[in-house]
């Protein structure tokens, strides 16, 4: 079965990094166009990067364009989110998601998510 495991989560001070990891089980992933997505308590889930299938194409959200970046290792199943320069209002749940669809913020698998807190 499809599975999607997050980590690197933790807790961070303003203008500090964290790496997160999403390794990718269950399905031919090299395949699937993957994101990344938070929620932070009481929000809506926000579509943060993304990444086409290959590697080829990137896309990320105004919020965070110029701080994140998205790359994957189809090697090794596993995508990430390198996170610099985090801010107080980037502290939510992360996710990454498997999309149906290139740039479409719509996917069918999801995982557990990792917590990023950041603050001083």
């Known amino acids: 079965q499809v599975q999607l495991v997050e980590s690197g989560g933790g807790l961070a001070q303003p203008g500090g990094s964290l790496r997160l990891s999403c390794l990718a089980s269950?399905?031919?992933?090299?395949?699937?166009?993957m994101s990344w997505a938070r929620q932070a308590p009481g929000k809506e889930l926000e579509w943060v990067a993304g990444?086409?299938?290959?590697?080829?194409?990137?896309y990320y959200e105004a919020p965070v364009k110029g701080r994140f970046t998205i790359s994957r290792d189809n090697a090794k199943n596993t995508v990430y989110l390198q996170m610099n320069n985090l801010k107080p209002e980037d502290t939510a749940l992360y996710f990454c998601?498997?999309?149906?669809?290139?740039?479409?913020?719509?996917?069918?698998?999801r995982g557990q998510g990792t917590q990023v807190t950041v603050s001083s």
């Open positions: 990444i086409y299938s290959d590697g080829s194409d990137t």
């Open positions: 269950g399905f031919i992933f090299e395949n699937y166009p």
């Open positions: 998601t498997r999309d149906t669809e290139w740039g479409g913020e719509e996917y069918d698998y």
